[in-house]
């Protein structure tokens, strides 16, 4: 509520250090206006916003994970749709999973590829996707590495 105060008593959540050195949980509860959702709901909604806008920065995980599976991943945050729960009416519990380095350092370099493509004088980007030719993840490697493809 210091940063956001609208959210003051709406919004409470937790992130916990899991036994790996890189990935964290966000257990997040919300109270929501909206009366009468379903866990389906509110995972589907997360799916429309990872497969639009949020492409990249969120995604939704179906299948039973633990915490070192999402290491290295590139998007922000990745939703665990299993453990989506509607409590009474108005409240909303969602957990989703991020490597607090990688995921990180994904925005860092998605804010200089926008800065720089902001910059006077800078060529306009070729592809969709600035990192497209940038940097790429080697799931093989023992960590998060740029490298050639």
């Not at 509520?1 to 257990?27: C, E, F, H, M």
């Not at 909604?45 to 939704?60: H, I, M, N, S, Y």
């Not at 749709?81 to 999973?97: H, I, N, P, Q």
């Not at 998605?110 to 790429?136: I, R």
């Amino acid at each position: 509520s210091l940063v956001l105060p609208q959210l003051k008593g709406k919004l409470n959540g937790i992130a916990l250090r899991v036994p790996t050195p890189n990935v964290s949980v966000v257990d997040l509860v919300v109270n929501i206006e909206k009366k009468g959702i379903t866990a389906e709901d509110v995972n589907a909604a997360f799916r429309k916003a990872a497969d639009g806008p949020l492409k990249g920065v969120l995604a939704v995980c179906d299948v039973p994970l633990v915490s070192v599976d999402f290491r290295c991943t590139d998007v922000s945050a990745t939703i665990d749709s299993s453990l989506t729960m509607v409590m009474g009416d108005d409240m909303v519990k969602v957990v989703a999973w991020y490597d607090n380095e990688w995921g990180y350092s994904q925005r860092v370099v998605d804010l200089a590829h926008l800065v720089a493509y902001k910059w006077p004088g800078m060529a306009a980007q070729e592809s969709g996707d600035p990192l497209e030719d940038f940097c790429k993840t080697n799931p093989a490697d023992e960590e998060c590495k740029v490298y050639e493809a």
